[in-house]
């Protein structure tokens, strides 16, 4: 698994070389594991026997944003859902494209939310959320709330429980993000018919 990573990691920017070694994982029995925001380093890297996505192999997801990422997860421990996610990370981190970027390529699979019902609603959180880093950064505002235990104002809304897009849209939407399918492949379970 360490040497099939190393050798994602140096082909990462070449999506059709990605693909021929990803497929060539599967078939030694190495399972290669979607990028996660709790789990990811920047890098592809070996967990056990499998390889874990990394998370600068996202489109739109610069060395900074990762850097964010894992600063904002040494301090804060693991985010449970988005929201706490958005309240744990830097700002460099909470900028539109990216969020989108890494809800589409599956990073925050392991939170409960669909991808669906992020894509939803993660606009909205993540002006909020600037508002809040903004003003706790003036001072004027504690990011979590007042000491008496007040939540600050995007814990308030839960993601929307929207079911999950439809296979193809989803597997599109991360073959855009991460140069392949990862999760899943829209031929999955047709081997026998291929063969």
């Given at each position: ?137 003036n001072g004027q505002d ?54």
């Open positions: 698994a360490e040497y099939m990573a190393a050798l994602l990691e140096s082909v990462r920017d070449d999506k059709d070389k990605s693909a021929i070694y990803l497929a060539e994982c599967r078939r030694m029995g190495i399972k290669v594991l979607p990028p996660d925001v709790n789990e990811s380093q920047g890098r592809f890297t070996p967990v056990g026997t499998d390889i874990r996505f990394g998370l600068g192999a996202i489109r739109n997801v610069g060395n900074n944003v990762v850097r964010g990422i894992i600063e904002g997860r040494d301090e804060n421990g693991s985010a449970s859902d988005f929201n706490e996610f958005l309240d744990h990370v830097p700002l460099v981190v909470c900028n539109k494209r990216v969020i989108e970027s890494l809800i589409k390529a599956g990073a925050f699979d392991s939170l409960g939310h669909t991808r669906r019902g992020l894509m939803e609603c993660f606009e909205q959180k993540v002006d909020e959320v600037i508002d809040l880093k903004r003003n706790a950064a504690d990011l979590f709330g007042d000491p008496s235990g007040g939540a600050a104002v995007l814990t308030t809304t839960p993601v929307p429980a929207l079911d999950e897009w439809e296979k193809r849209v989803k597997l599109a939407f991360e073959r855009e993000m991460l140069g392949l399918y990862v999760s899943d492949h829209p031929l999955q379970g047709l081997e026998h018919i291929l063969s």
